[in-house]
């Protein structure tokens, strides 16, 4: 709240000069927006932007995956040296205010153009869920699952849950019958038990032990580094490394690759 912009607004002038006068103190810039309603599609405006632009990148992923490619490598291929391409590269769209902003303003919205347009994206990224669900039931043979990566985001890091793919995952896999196994390099293990979707862990080592896959979920940076030795497990055990952080572990699907018949990747 100190460092960014804030908007504000009222339904009458009074309202508007006490807002204006407490945020002063608060910021360094403010702005006034002519009314609540355009206050608060400029909040919506924010975070739907983000939505699409990843929505974006997932699509886009999907696509090179019909023709045979690698999403994420296409993607990184467009991108490099060409200031005009900008394309995020696929990954899980979560969180308290991702998830749900979208829909707040098509909700709210007459029907137009715009609003499907709006779904639409959210539904692109909301299905990556669906699909590593079914990659599950199509590339894993056993019924032990371990899941690192539980906040819905690593970096920057963060121990929250609410609105986390991670979860709602694990809560389709546990549906399913799978016995899952909980890890998170930052997140509370009385939270992640709470969840009472499976045994939770403090250390990826000991919540590897026994599994027959492991889906890492986030992007923490400590991911960077870690190897299948790190975890105790051996090059059989299939491993679903969905944002390619993992820069030692070779032989690891991601989302890029994750439709593809039979193809796995090697993580840069």
Same mark, same amino acid.
């Not at 979560?94 to 029907?111: F, R, T």
């Given at each position: ?79 490099? /040296?060409? $200031?005009?391409? %900008? &394309? @995020? ?5 979560? *969180?308290?205010? =991702? ?63 609410? /609105?986390? $793919?991670?979860? %709602? &995952? @694990? ?5 399913? *019958?799978?016995? =899952? ?68 572990? %070779? ?18």
């Amino acid at each position: 709240m100190t460092n960014l912009p804030q908007i504000i607004s009222g339904n009458n002038e009074q309202a508007l000069n006490k807002a204006e006068a407490l945020f002063t103190k608060i910021t360094h810039k403010v702005i006034k927006a002519g009314s609540l309603e355009e206050a608060e599609l400029a909040k919506l405006y924010c975070n739907t932007y983000r939505d699409i632009n990843f929505a974006i990148g997932n699509a886009f992923c999907i696509a090179a995956q019909t023709f045979g490619i690698d999403g994420i490598q296409v993607i990184k291929h467009a991108n490099e /040296g060409y $200031s005009r391409a %900008n &394309i @995020a590269l696929p990954g899980f769209v979560a *969180g308290p205010c =991702l998830e749900k902003n979208a829909y707040i303003l098509a909700h709210n919205m007459a029907e137009c153009p715009s609003k499907n347009f709006i779904l639409s994206a959210r539904e692109i990224s909301s299905s990556l869920e669906d699909s590593v669900v079914e990659w599950v039931k199509r590339k894993v043979q056993g019924r032990v699952i371990t899941l690192s990566g539980m906040a819905f985001k690593g970096r920057p890091e963060t121990s929250d849950l609410r /609105g986390s $793919s991670s979860v %709602n &995952i @694990a809560r389709s896999l546990h549906a399913l *019958g799978y016995e =899952l196994r909980l890890h998170d390099f930052v997140a509370d293990i009385d939270e992640m038990n709470a969840l009472n979707l499976g045994r939770s862990f403090r250390d990826i080592r000991e919540a590897c032990g026994g599994t027959q896959a492991v889906l890492i979920l986030n992007n923490h940076e400590k991911y960077i580094n870690l190897t299948r030795s790190d975890m105790g497990i051996g090059e059989d055990i299939i491993l679903l490394d969905s944002w390619q952080v993992c820069r030692r572990i %070779n032989n690891s699907f991601t989302l890029g690759n994750m439709l593809l018949s039979g193809g796995t990747a090697t993580c840069a």
